[in-house]
């Protein structure tokens, strides 16, 4: 190699080194003032906006230790009080129920095939089941759901402090999904049963139960809406309240709390595929029929004794009705409280007493809220007249 390149190798060699040094430094300025001024994740998970260096000054409270208090300010461990003093009412429910099951993993096809009655070689097995509940009176009353103890062999009520005791059903009522099982104990701790008709979506929720077994699990969230319907169309109207605390099998039964420790609902049901998506009867709906089902009185409930479909606007438009509402007659069940007092059908429900009904799931809860025997004014639109016709609720039958 000559002396002229081997010079003008190094000139080169030289120039890539302190490109490569001056690169260096200017990436790690850069590195250090954005490591100054970047995003720090809490604790809590929250980002805040603050150097990283005075980040831990910052204390974001997760939602579960806030609670709004009669003075105004939040306390920080209000919701830990609150499940501390009520989680002693709550109590794990054990049952067992015996169930008829195929001994063939093809089922119905291999029956069918071979023309085998299944009834006939159908074995029965033991199912277990756990489940929640709370103590309403302290001689020993427990509130659940009635799908928690319907057709179940044993009951077996734990509480808080470890005790176990068989319960036995005192009362049922299918139509709410409530239940009232009694234990052989006294001087209980219980729970107080709030007003379900106070509480607005955003209140604080408290949800306390045995999901999956796990013995007084504690979650927290809000009341996320009311009156929402189990039933076809999510969008109408119906009766439960509707929370983000988290609720999972073994929750049923359990109570939903507010912030003041009181039960403004009781846990009955989740959509299984959502997030978040839990549903509670609301408690005013249990405190209506409790004492019929701790007396183990039979249940009577209150009926018009008509078919329905909601108002449609092609239907209004029918009807020259001026109002967008209402619930449609589409049948009278002959001899029934409404034959009696004239309804027909094709007649437009308009108002139940003082309440303008928009649907039939409002129609229907405003019948629930009353007993056989009350007398009701019914407006209703019929041949292009408004109508006032007096019904006397009557029992609904059996079938």
Do not use: C
Not at 47 to 64: C, F, K, L, R
Not at 109 to 131: C, D, N, S, T
Not at 135 to 160: P, Q
Not at 270 to 294: E, R, T
Request: aromatic share 8%; no cysteine; hydrophobic share 40%.
């Amino acid at each position: 190699m000559s002396l002229d390149n081997n010079s003008n190798w190094r000139r080169t060699f030289t120039s890539y080194v302190l490109v490569a040094v001056v690169s260096v430094l200017i990436t790690g300025l850069v590195f250090l003032h954005f490591a100054g001024d970047s995003h720090t994740f809490a604790a809590t998970g929250t980002i805040t906006d603050e150097p990283a260096s005075s980040a831990v000054d910052i204390q974001i409270a997760p939602s579960g230790q806030v609670a709004a208090q009669p003075s105004g300010y939040m306390l920080k461990n209000s919701i830990a009080d609150v499940a501390e003093r009520v989680g002693k009412a709550v109590v794990n429910i054990d049952t067992k129920r015996t169930v008829k099951v195929s001994p063939l993993p093809f089922g119905d096809l291999f029956y069918e095939f071979f023309g085998i009655r299944q009834r006939e070689i159908a074995r029965e097995v033991e199912v277990p089941a756990i489940a929640s509940g709370f103590i309403v009176r302290s001689d020993g009353y427990v509130l659940t759901n009635n799908h928690v103890v319907e057709g179940a062999k044993e009951i077996v009520v734990t509480l808080a402090d470890g005790r176990k005791f068989n319960g036995k059903i005192m009362g049922r009522d299918s139509r709410n999904d409530l239940a009232i099982v009694k234990i052989e104990a006294k001087n209980l701790p219980a729970v107080q049963l709030g007003d379900s008709d106070a509480i607005r979506p955003g209140d604080f929720a408290i949800a306390i139960g045995n999901p999956y077994g796990l013995q007084h699990t504690v979650t927290a969230g809000i009341i996320s809406g009311l009156a929402r319907s189990l039933d076809g169309d999510p969008s109408e109207a119906g009766i439960y309240i509707q929370t983000d605390a988290a609720i999972n099998r073994g929750n049923s039964g359990g109570p939903l709390i507010n912030i003041d420790g009181k039960v403004v609902g009781i846990n009955t049901a989740i959509i299984a595929q959502a997030q978040g998506l839990g549903f509670a009867i609301p408690v005013n709906v249990a405190k209506s029929v409790m004492d019929d089902l701790i007396s183990g009185k039979k249940l009577t409930y209150p009926w018009i004794g008509v078919q329905l479909q909601d108002l449609t606007s092609e239907l209004a438009e029918y009807f020259e009705l001026r109002e967008k509402y209402g619930a449609v007659v589409a049948y009278v069940y002959p001899d029934s409280p409404a034959e009696k007092a004239g309804l027909q059908g094709g007649d437009i429900i308009l108002k139940f007493g003082n309440t303008e009904i928009k649907n039939i799931t409002m129609l229907q809860e405003e019948v629930r809220k009353r007993k056989a025997g009350d007398k009701v004014v019914i407006q209703v639109w019929r041949n292009k007249t408004y109508m006032l016709i007096t019904v006397t609720l009557g029992e609904m039958p059996n079938e």
